[in-house]
């Protein structure tokens, strides 16, 4: 152990602000148009839409909002169930539960760590009105799988690609595929505008809906005339300008993060008791967050891993976990959802930001390997 040189501070994720941010925010300041009306919303939300080739592209104030905004423009609401994966983010679960839906949780594959579709039929009533698949840490979903299951049950489906921007189903990019998506540009997301997010979608009924609700249901040919109860979910035109200059260098961040991905599989490979993250033939992987699972055979438990990495300065992440075993979404089938709770107890993010360096990654990859020495 000794042996091991400290790098200084290691974060878990950190922002690239990489190209016109700072240039595009004091345009904002230096005109005067700093709040949600502003021309770098229009052009955040253009070249959005035009990156994923969808139709429509709605920005919000956060990830959470967005989803939230798809559960209403579908009338998601009280007497409705909706399923979503168990291990998740917090905020897919609570999104169902502002509209006073009942969120019903599936259990999850053991590779990709998405939604089992295998088990999500007997999950299925006659209330059931939607399913939110959730391509967690940038793994893409079964996209096909989960579309035909959908349609078998006439169900919609609105994909949480919060963590999945890039990464692609069978070529075809994450938030095109399903009825509507959602994304979050939080600190530690791929793209970030601080906080914000952006609801995607093909269908004009739906994209309507979502600004209705967005700005607070005001009619868009009635000013001071409010046709439903909305909220202010709006994003600002500083947040917007960030986005845009995140934007222009998507490919850049998506490459580093491919880069990262493929140095942590070279000096992890062989470690015994590591899992490194299965990619599907169908996938391209984003590597939001490059994760790993610890199992019995490395000789420590997850957290004494990460109390081990915290001493050489290296910040981690432990997995979710997963939405049953809270109090607050405990369900009655708790039993059936043992896919999840393994996964979460085994698996940490490791640093994953524009900034690593390979060192970096080579320094992480030696202390998992000579833990013991
Ligand atoms: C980040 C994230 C969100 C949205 O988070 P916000 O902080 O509200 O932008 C939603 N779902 C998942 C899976 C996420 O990782």
Known sequence: MSALMSRGRI???APALLGNEKRYVNDCLDSNWISSNGEYIKRFEAEFARYLGVKHAIAC???TAALHLT??????GPGDEVIIPSFTFVATANAVHYTGATVVLADCEHDTWNMDVGKLESLVTHNTKAIIPVPIYG????MDLIMSFASKFNLYVIEDAAEALGARYNGLLCGTIADLSTFSFYGNKTLTTGEGGMVVTNNDDFAG???LYQGQGMDPSNRYWFSV???NYRMTNIEAAIGLAQLENIDTLLDKRKTIAKLYNEYLLGIP???LPVVKEYALHSYWMYSILIE???GMDRNEVMALLEEYGIETRPFFYPMHCMPIYTCAYNNMLRVSEDIASKGINLPTYFALEQADIEFIADVLRYRKS
Do not use: F, T
């Open 11 to 13: 974060p878990v994720a």
């Open 209 to 211: 809906k979502v600004r």
């Open 71 to 76: 559960l209403l423009a579908l009338g998601v």
């Open 229 to 231: 109860i909305g909220y």
């Open 273 to 275: 008791g590591l899992v």
């Open 296 to 298: 019995n055979d490395y």
């Open 61 to 63: 104030c956060n990830g």
């Open 139 to 142: 793994h893409p979903c079964d």
